[in-house]
T-cell receptor, first 116, second 109 residues
Framework: DTGVSQDPRHKITKRGQNVTFRCDPI?????LYWYRQTLGQGPEFLTY????????KSRLLSDRFSAERPKGSFSTLEIQRTEQGDSAMYLC??????????????FGSGTRLTVV | GQNIDQPTEMTATEGAIVQINCTYQ??????LFWYQQHAGEAPTFLSY????GLEEKGRFSSFLSRSKGYSYLLLKELQMKDSASYLC??????????FGAGTTVTVRA
């Protein structure tokens, strides 16, 4: 297992376009998280899944954002009608079921989105 | 939120020791993590505390006081490669990590 993979690493898009990011978690992890990070700030929670069920969505996640994890494996995060304020690093992480392994989350390398 | 508070920046010289403090609201506490993040990269795990006391791991140690809602990360024998952002993260009992804004540590020769 090579860890958490995210694709693409970088995305530049024009304002108003839709974008979709993919995350492949560590195979035995059943929890998957999406975070957003802007310069000089810590990661902000967006949403998380346990298997295929989306258990929580942050109030930061407007109705332009949607996330799926259809088979409980990989996940996608879609942003519709992108705005310049959406420019950020989007981080995906996964964790063991009980979350108490002492290793916390394992993060992917992130997708850096630039909206021009 | 958990009102996680940590200093914005710290500077130290190579070989020195730096202590990064973190305070948080204690409600729903399930653990306290420290992550290191180099510019443009993902956070990587450094330490985890769930009980009071000091956890030592090589040059890095982390301390927790649950009753005070307080933790610190101690970096000893600083090296240039330790220049990075250090994130304090509150692990809640609904299995979510909430991060502080991070402390940028600059190590000077």
């Amino acid at each position: 297992d090579t860890g958490v993979s995210q694709d693409p690493r970088h995305k530049i898009t024009k304002r108003g376009q839709n974008v979709t990011f993919r995350c492949d978690p560590i195979s035995e992890h059943n929890r998957l998280y999406w975070y957003r990070q802007t310069l000089g700030q810590g990661p902000e929670f967006l949403t998380y899944f346990q298997n295929e069920a989306q258990l929580e969505k942050s109030r930061l996640l407007s109705d332009r954002f949607s996330a799926e994890r259809p088979k409980g494996s990989f996940s996608t995060l879609e942003i519709q009608r992108t705005e310049q304020g959406d420019s950020a690093m989007y981080l995906c992480a996964s964790s063991h079921p009980d979350g108490t392994s002492g290793y916390g989350y394992t993060f992917g390398s992130g997708t850096r989105l630039t909206v021009v | 939120g958990q009102n996680i508070d940590q200093p914005t920046e710290m500077t130290a010289t190579e070989g020195a020791i730096v202590q990064i403090n973190c305070t948080y609201q204690t409600s729903g506490f399930n653990g306290l993590f420290w992550y290191q993040q180099h510019a443009g990269e993902a956070p990587t795990f450094l330490s985890y505390n769930v009980l009071d006391g000091l956890e030592e791991k090589g040059r890095f140690s982390s301390f927790l006081s649950r009753s005070k809602g307080y933790s610190y990360l101690l970096l000893k024998e600083l090296q240039m490669k330790d220049s990075a952002s250090y994130l304090c993260a509150f692990y809640s009992n609904d299995y979510k990590l909430s991060f502080g804004a991070g402390t940028t540590v600059t190590v000077r020769a």
